[in-house]
């Protein structure tokens, strides 16, 4: 993303923001409430349409595109808050998202039977998840929850991942379980994956490299080290009351 602008009534919530994620690449993006983060995020997938710059993906202009052919390009999400259908089995919960990324919607109609079942279960394998793949995705404990998300995100072929508060609510030993997946990933398949995060020990421990977002401007990038000593962002951090403690 290039030069990215948005403001709502006047406010400026994203000024001049440009920055890049290579392949493989884990880049958090962070900063206080009201920072631009999720601005970022929503004009990234499509949600919401930049005042100005430009967005490219791949060599591709992406900028202002619909979620759903943002999607097809190659721009898969997982949100604070889990999306999957509780009623469904965690196979059929991949199944769906096949579906749709095949463009197959047509079948949402009547169960997903044997479509793409292959290819679900090969999914889940990945991320652990196969043993759990004929129980109600709504009876799942809460990290197998959101590693169901993580699958039905890739059912998407995604280039570039946004993970929204991947951990938030996570027990510590499954936030580590959960990014040390998302790194496995990141290096075996090339995925390039942005994050936000509040827990800074997650943010240490798992990103390449950070970006720090302050009143919608991008105020300072680099590795942990560098982000740590860096007086603007401890004097933001200070203010918002959390901690740039270590590892």
């Known amino acids: 993303m290039a030069g990215l602008h948005k403001s709502f009534g006047g406010v400026r919530a994203v000024e001049d923001v440009s920055f890049e994620v290579a392949a493989g690449?884990?880049?958090?993006?962070?900063?206080?409430?009201?920072?631009?983060?999720s601005t970022c995020f929503n004009m990234l997938n499509g949600q919401i349409r930049?005042?100005?710059?430009?967005i490219r993906l791949a060599g591709h202009d992406i900028t202002g595109q619909k979620p759903r052919r943002v999607a097809r390009q190659g721009v898969g999400r997982t949100f604070q808050i889990t999306a999957t259908f509780a009623s469904m089995t965690v196979r059929e919960n991949v199944q769906v998202?096949?579906?749709a990324h095949h463009r197959r919607i047509w079948r949402f109609l009547r169960p997903a039977g044997g479509e793409f079942r292959a290819e679900a279960e090969a999914l889940l394998e990945r991320l652990d998840l196969l043993p759990q793949a004929e129980r109600a995705a709504g009876i799942l404990a809460y990290g197998d929850l959101k590693r169901l998300e993580l699958a039905v995100a890739l059912a998407g072929a995604p280039r570039?991942?946004?993970?929204?508060e991947p951990t938030a609510g996570m027990a510590p030993a499954e936030?580590?379980?959960?990014?040390?997946?998302?790194r496995t990933l990141a290096t075996g398949?090339?995925?390039?994956?942005l994050f936000t995060e509040?827990?800074?020990?997650?943010v240490f421990g798992s990103a390449d490299r950070i970006l720090v977002l302050n009143r919608g401007v991008l105020i300072a990038a680099g590795n942990a080290d560098t982000i740590r000593a860096d007086p603007?962002?401890?004097?933001?951090?200070?203010?918002s009351g959390v901690t740039t403690g270590g590892h």
Not at 160 to 164: A, P
Not at 189 to 193: D, E, H, K, S
Not at 198 to 202: I, L, Q
Not at 232 to 239: I, S, T
């Open 25 to 37: 690449e884990m880049l958090a993006l962070i900063g206080p409430n009201g920072a631009g983060k």
């Open 50 to 54: 930049p005042d100005g710059g430009s």
């Open 97 to 99: 998202a096949l579906l």
């Open 160 to 164: 570039l991942l946004l993970m929204d």
């Open 175 to 182: 936030r580590v379980a959960l990014m040390r997946l998302a």
């Open 189 to 193: 398949t090339g995925l390039a994956i």
């Open 198 to 202: 509040h827990d800074m020990d997650v």
């Open 232 to 239: 603007g962002v401890r004097e933001v951090y200070l203010g």
